[in-house]
């Protein structure tokens, strides 16, 4: 919250703190910034704690990966789950994909048939819906992968809901949640709330030039430098060929208008060439850049990276890229790829960039294939404003894709524009934001997995027994020895078996050993760690009820389907029909 103190100066609170500037605009104290950046630090940690509970769910939104029958058969599922009369889903309305509609597997008449209430609680959404009111969805339910999660950040541009994610995908590194308890899970969230994890997104804003109004050239301007502070100031344009002598080297300049009328009045080559900037003696280095125009025409909202390559062009790529207004660096490689905390795990890992958690507010820096040995992945903040621009002295244009998506090109002149956004995209946590990361780590990256390295206390005593320490059990045939494991717990998994294959709810040991180097050694449990986040939901054996008794004949001859996605040209349409849509009800509001 910010409020003004006096004419002096502002004053800004954050929580119980306050900070005051005066009127420069600079902050008296530094007692002040640190005691405000330990409660920032405090608010960030309370809100990853924080429980979500929603008071009454209405709609529920079921995204399903196209092209995979099966999934469209665990669709039908999760409906009539929620069709099926409970107190934990009562009157809670699903909108399936709209393209399931007339879907053969997803048989619509058939579940209006033997359950006539989804005529009016089963709906279908389509891009439009999502683009015109997002808020209307309480929570998403993703059936799928990761790309299935990413479209669901594609869909929704500004306001996202909390997305529940399954592992019915490949890698599976954002899904979290098994579908085989899918009731318990769902059941858990609506009743006793869920913890959210909200993931960064980019705001990227690619402009286009636009051409002169008599020429489609680019003209040259002029512009004094200061070669110490690096601030420049920007005249009229060249209009005549002595302006040429003047010529020193091309480059993208930003800067800000700066016209001496004194020297207007001057008679001559001068006045022409400088065009309304006098030299001065800080502003010795007198340049001439090209300057254009250029204006936004289309913005997305990307979850994991932005992509700009050199495209089918066999040359690398020269990129220009700017940081706040600054030349950072200019850019000769494949391409470079600008990516959240969440697509640490993407496109930039696979080009040598860091793994960073999703809490750390950050954009990541990564260049693809540079041609030099000196330009290593960076960090830098997400308040950060990054420029991408294509120079005119490039050889080739350049594309674009965000998130896999969307891909168009970049002409010399065109320059994308990369902000953190203001919609972050909320993932339910299974267990815990660090929990879920490191575990998606080991599960599907094998994060720093070795076989451990055995203590000295083990090898003299294997040495005592007469068994040398380089004795090994053969690999595959049971490295561990279960003589004693009665005296421990039956539900022990190693390290090496998925996490995935265990229920959510139940108390999960996990086990961090060394196994010996003698059939006659016993294993030894350093660690057991119990994971209690769903507390009494999977603690009994018994095999899961059936849910849909009188359902069965369709689980069975499953016919062909032409079940496809929504098509990026669809969903583009669908957004620009959302944006004049609420244009007209703002027209509407006012009269």
């Not at 048989?107 to 959404?125: C, M, N, S, T």
């Not at 960076?378 to 990054?386: A, K």
């Amino acid at each position: 919250m910010m409020s003004k103190t006096n004419n002096e100066g502002r004053s800004f609170k954050v929580g119980s703190m306050s900070l005051k500037e005066n009127k420069h605009g600079h902050i008296s104290s530094t007692d002040s910034l640190s005691d405000t950046v330990e409660v920032v630090r405090e608010v960030a940690r309370k809100m990853g704690k924080t429980t979500v509970k929603w008071d009454n769910a209405k709609n529920v939104m079921v995204i399903t990966k196209p092209g995979d029958v099966s999934l469209i058969n665990m669709t039908r599922e999760i409906v009539l789950w929620f069709m099926k009369p409970s107190n934990t889903n009562k009157d809670i309305n699903v909108y399936v994909d709209g393209k399931l509609k007339k879907s053969k597997g997803f048989q619509y008449e058939k579940i209006l048939k033997h359950y006539p209430v989804a005529d009016e609680r089963l709906g279908f959404w389509t891009p439009e819906l999502c683009a015109s009111d997002p808020k209307m969805f309480d929570f998403i339910i993703t059936l799928g992968g990761d790309g299935t999660v990413l479209f669901a950040s594609w869909l929704f541009q500004t306001y996202v809901p909390p997305v529940i994610p399954f592992h019915l995908g490949s890698l599976g590194f954002l899904t979290p949640f098994d579908y085989e308890n899918f009731d318990l899970y769902l059941t858990h969230v609506i009743e006793k709330g869920m913890r959210v994890n909200l993931r960064s997104r980019l705001t990227c804003t690619i402009y286009r030039r636009v051409n002169n109004e008599h020429r489609t050239a680019v003209k040259l301007r002029n512009v004094l430098r200061n070669p110490v502070t690096g601030k420049i100031k920007i005249g009229g344009w060249c209009s005549s060929k002595t302006d040429q002598q003047y010529l020193k080297k091309f480059g993208e300049v930003d800067g800000e208008d700066y016209v001496n009328t004194d020297i207007l009045t001057l008679d001559s080559p001068e006045k022409e060439c400088m065009n309304g900037i006098l030299p001065e003696d800080d502003y010795a280095e007198h340049r001439q850049i090209p300057c254009f125009t250029t204006i936004p025409v289309e913005k997305y909202q990307v979850l994991n990276d932005l992509v700009v390559d050199r495209g089918p062009s066999p040359y690398m790529s020269l990129l220009e890229l700017f940081g706040d207004d600054k030349h950072l660096t200019t850019v000769q490689a494949d391409g470079l790829a600008i990516s959240t905390p969440t697509g640490s795990t993407a496109y930039s890992l696979s080009a040598n960039g860091s793994l960073t958690h999703p809490e750390i507010r950050a954009t990541l820096i990564t260049p693809i294939c540079p041609h030099t040995l000196s330009f290593r992945p960076t960090l830098v903040p997400d308040s950060m404003e990054l420029r991408i621009c294509v120079p005119f002295n490039s050889r080739n244009t350049a594309w674009a894709s965000f998130d896999g998506r969307g891909r168009v090109e970049l002409k010399q002149g065109d320059h994308i524009k990369v902000t953190a956004s203001k919609y972050a995209f909320p993932s339910v946590c299974k267990e815990t934001q660090t929990r879920d990361w490191f575990n998606s780590l080991s599960k599907c990256l094998h994060w720093n997995k070795r076989e451990r390295q055995k203590s000295f206390a083990i090898v003299e005593h294997n040495q005592q027994k007469g068994n040398t320490p380089s004795t090994r059990s053969q690999p595959g045939i049971g490295s561990l020895s279960r003589k004693h494991s009665s005296s421990v717990t039956p539900n022990i998994h190693t390290n090496n078996t998925s996490r995935s294959s265990s229920p959510p709810n139940k108390k999960v040991f996990t086990e961090s050993y060394i196994s010996s180097s003698s059939d006659g050694g016993s294993d030894e449990v350093f660690a057991m760690l119990i994971d209690e986040d769903y507390p009494n939901i999977l603690d009994e054996d018994e095999p899961k009820a059936k849910l849909f008794d009188d359902y069965d004949e369709y689980e069975n001859n499953i016919p062909e389907d032409d079940f496809i996605g929504w098509t990026d040209d669809e969903i583009n349409r669908a957004r620009f029909s959302g944006r004049i849509s609420r244009e007209l009800d703002k027209l509407s509001m006012k009269h």
